[in-house]
């Protein structure tokens, strides 16, 4: 069964650093696309971007590139999205994602979630 | 980007009602288009993909239709836990947009 379980929830002040992770199992990771989802308190879902496990190759949202990392573990089957300098409007649920179909098959399976909250 | 457009944006109905969400692209994205249905503290679940292809396990009732820049999402007969948001998204070129979402609730 396939699976992606994500790191626990983080309360943290602005301007600090932040990397939360996303580990898949149940299937071979390298094959596949994993993106990340933002979803901020009472709002919609937005596409942040997506790395193939494969090869490293990775797509921005233009809405957060330069604002976000994304990256991948291979060896490990995670995948990660940072941040250097955490905002108050960073504060959201953060999803991982994959598409095992490929892009046209959606994202089939979808981690629990991170809540990341920044207060000062 | 392609801007993804849904309507309405939250829509009131009773269990048994047949329901239709429309979802527009701002361009042409062939069928590269997907439902989700998320409810309240839970991550989305993927309900139609290819504009019009169920997701296995999902009950026949959810159907979708529509290529190149409109597309809709129906539900046959409203069951009590189909009161959700339901979000489209399109997959035909990166950043893979999300719409807006349309919060459907018990009339």
């Known amino acids: 069964e396939v699976q992606l379980v994500q790191s626990g929830a983080e309360v943290k002040k602005p301007g600090e650093s932040l990397k939360i992770s996303c580990k898949g199992s149940g299937y071979s990771f390298s094959s596949y696309w994993i993106g990340w989802v933002r979803q901020m308190p009472g709002k919609g879902l937005e596409w942040m971007g997506i790395i193939y496990f494969g090869d490293s190759d990775t797509r921005y949202s233009p809405s957060f590139q330069g604002q976000v990392t994304i990256s991948a573990d291979k060896s490990i089957s995670t995948a990660y999205l940072q941040w250097s300098s955490l905002k108050a409007s960073d504060t959201a649920m953060y999803y991982c994602?994959?598409?095992?179909?490929?892009?046209?098959?959606?994202?089939?399976?979808w981690g629990q979630g991170t809540l990341v909250t920044v207060s000062s | 980007d392609i801007q993804m457009t849904q309507s309405p944006s939250s829509l009131s109905a009773s269990v048994g009602d047949r329901v239709t969400i429309t979802c527009r692209a701002s361009?042409?994205?062939?069928?590269?288009l997907i439902w989700y249905q998320q409810k309240p503290g839970k991550a989305p679940k993927l309900l139609i993909y290819?504009?019009?292809s169920l997701q296995s396990g999902v009950p026949s009732r959810f159907s979708g239709s529509g290529s190149g820049t409109d597309f809709t999402l129906t539900i046959s007969s409203l069951q009590p836990e189909d009161f959700a948001t339901y979000y489209c998204?399109?997959?035909?070129?990166?950043?893979?947009?999300f719409g807006q979402g349309t919060k459907l609730e018990i009339k």
């Open positions: 998204q399109q997959s035909y070129g990166t950043p893979h947009t």
């Open positions: 361009q042409s994205i062939s069928s590269y």
């Open positions: 994602a994959t598409y095992t179909s490929g892009y046209a098959g959606g994202f089939d399976y």
């Open positions: 290819g504009a019009s």
